[in-house]
């Protein structure tokens, strides 16, 4: 590679540009930092050993946000990463799950399936295609494109297919991800942006990287003795991968990764080993050198969404050792990250946020034990539940089209043929809900449609609703349940954690910022994932994304 040509090209560059016509206030690259479930206590509660570099430079150098929330249901990784780009929440986005139910088509859909592309650089035909197209308002990435006649360059990485995608919105040069259906484990693109991967990520897959990071054995950075803030090792509150007996270190994914190449999955290995990190960080800092992004007094942006915690958090639990060592490692990987954009964007020209989709609950078996309150929403019972009772008031039971999780979708069709009332029916299917053990609040489409709420559970419930996806009754869980459909499941058997409420747990998380034009400071106000595109937008002098709800934040600027 001609990495030293083309660093020492860029500094020439950058050089030249100095105090002749670059405008000093504006950053040349923006670099936003998505860490995939990462709970806002997990930037303090590690951060013992946490490096000087990493989570704590960001800290100490930039302005922190100590009380930033998502402000609406559910709070999921695609509708958390389209919030966080197009500053409104999924009412107006319109992407109010990671998949929903189209019950004008009684089909599942995903965030970005869309069967009118290719995966590009994939080496299997068959994998769906991806785009933003039900992403339905622009991102702050595509003001930033708009704002500068397209002269600025946008990219998004992830290894998650929805983390790149809808950060980038409709107009990025692209977005990559990572591959884990198809050996040997390639960043692929849509052809939604392009015909054929650049060279330089060729040459990245090509050079085998994946399989040497996924060929490792994973140990603790430190004596497993001294992981002071998690649970033992070996916890039942953890789940256990295929080909070990018990959730321990050392994970030889040497050995894990065959059970699972079976499964056709075994890159997706790499999802759940510091090294997926490690990997992303690689080719972020691979799309900027070759890209030549921040290399011009034209502000270019860089989307990175790490899923490696989310996946570790799913699978092991917040109180796993797993966990506490990604997350050390993940600062090891900022902490490179922030060296290589100071040595070659500069210290004071890059402007960078942190921030991610949604946090997450303890482990509900660990919440049992230690008496605090918890148990299983079980989904299944209520849909039983609700059959019955449609059939015997309505003697038609295919008026249920759908109870999916939070939101139950009814045969609308159906019910116009039938001379009934949609509004009643809905009302009828909220009123019988809400007696059952667990929920909290039913709301009907109906409501939603008519009503403003300004606050509250409503007021969550109604900024994730969007008429032509969310169904007609709608609902809120009460706190420190988990939402499951296996009636089996008993509550002290539970393993890993997940998400999707509106409570704090789920909607608190970190925000912070540095760079150009940013103040050193902190704030306790209460503000919104929404504020982050627009405060861009006000730094950047771009117009705002076209569904923005948020409000700026004034008080990170200098
Ligand atoms: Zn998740």
């Excluded at 303090?44 to 989570?55: L, S, T, V």
């Excluded at 704002?147 to 790149?164: H, M």
């Excluded at 790499?270 to 034209?298: K, Q, R, V, Y």
Aim: no cysteine; aromatic share 10%.
């Amino acid at each position: 590679m001609n990495r030293i040509l083309i660093v020492s090209l860029l500094l020439l560059n950058g050089f030249s540009l100095n105090g002749q016509t670059r405008d000093l206030s504006k950053p040349k690259l923006v670099v936003g930092i998505v860490v995939d479930q990462m709970r806002f206590d997990q930037l303090y509660k590690y951060e013992e050993r946490y490096g000087e570099g990493g989570f704590k430079r960001i800290l100490n150098e930039g302005f922190n946000f100590k009380n930033a929330h998502f402000n609406y249901t559910p709070t999921v990784t695609a509708a958390g990463h389209a919030s966080i780009y197009t500053g409104t929440t999924p009412s107006i986005h319109g992407i109010i799950g990671n998949s929903w139910y189209d019950q004008f088509n009684e089909v599942e859909v995903g965030n970005v399936n869309d069967a009118t592309e290719v995966i590009i650089g994939s080496k299997d035909d068959n994998i769906n295609g991806t785009s933003p197209r039900k992403l339905l308002s622009t991102t702050i990435s595509d003001q930033l494109r708009l704002g500068s006649n397209f002269k600025s360059k946008v990219i998004s990485v992830s290894l998650k297919d929805r983390g790149a995608i809808l950060p980038g919105g409709h107009t990025a040069n692209a977005a990559y991800w990572h591959d884990y259906q198809t050996s040997p484990g390639y960043f692929v693109s849509s052809s939604f942006y392009m015909d054929n991967l650049p060279d330089w990520v060729t040459s990245f897959n090509e050079s085998g990287i994946a399989n040497t990071y996924l060929d490792t054995v994973w140990v603790p950075l430190y004596p497993i003795s001294s992981y002071s803030e998690s649970d033992v090792d070996d916890s039942p509150y953890e789940r256990i991968l295929r080909g070990k007996s018990s959730p321990t270190f050392p994970y030889n994914f040497k050995e894990i990764r065959k059970p699972y190449r079976e499964l056709g999955v075994e890159y997706q290995m790499l999802w759940i080993s510091p090294n997926g990190n490690t990997l992303l960080t690689d080719f972020a800092i691979e799309a900027i050198e070759n890209e030549s992004l921040g290399s011009d007094s034209i502000t270019d942006l860089i989307n990175i969404s790490y899923s490696v915690p989310d996946v570790v958090g799913h699978t092991f639990g917040l109180q796993s050792i797993e966990l506490e060592d990604i997350y050390l490692r993940l600062d090891m990987e900022i902490e490179r990250l922030l060296n290589y954009l100071d040595k070659t964007i500069g210290k004071d020209d890059y402007l960078l946020f942190l921030t991610s989709d949604h946090g997450a609950i303890q482990n509900a078996a660990f919440l049992n034990k230690h008496k605090l309150p918890t148990g299983i929403a079980r989904i299944n019972e209520y849909e039983k539940a609700l059959r019955r009772h449609i059939r015997s008031k309505y003697r038609n039971e295919s008026l249920l089209l759908k109870f999916d999780y939070e939101r139950v979708y009814l045969n609308r069709k159906l019910i116009d043929e039938s001379g009934l009332e949609l509004r009643s029916v809905q009302q009828e299917v909220a009123d019988f809900l809400i007696n059952l053990d667990g929920i909290r609040l039913t709301l009907t489409a109906s409501q939603l449609q008519n009503e403003e709420y300004k606050t509250g559970t409503r007021a969550q419930i109604q900024k994730g609703f969007h008429p032509k996806r969310a169904g007609d009754v709608l609902l809120a869980f009460e706190p420190g349940l988990i939402q499951n459909i296996d009636p089996e499941l008993k509550i002290n058997t539970v393993q890993g954690t997940t998400h999707g409420s509106g409570y704090a747990y789920d909607t608190h998380v970190p925000l912070i910022w540095k760079g150009t034009g940013i103040q050193k400071g902190e704030s306790t106000r209460k503000i919104s994932i929404t504020d982050i595109a627009p405060s861009l937008a006000m730094i950047l002098n771009l117009q705002m994304p076209n569904g923005t709800t948020g409000i700026p934040l004034m008080e990170i600027l200098k």
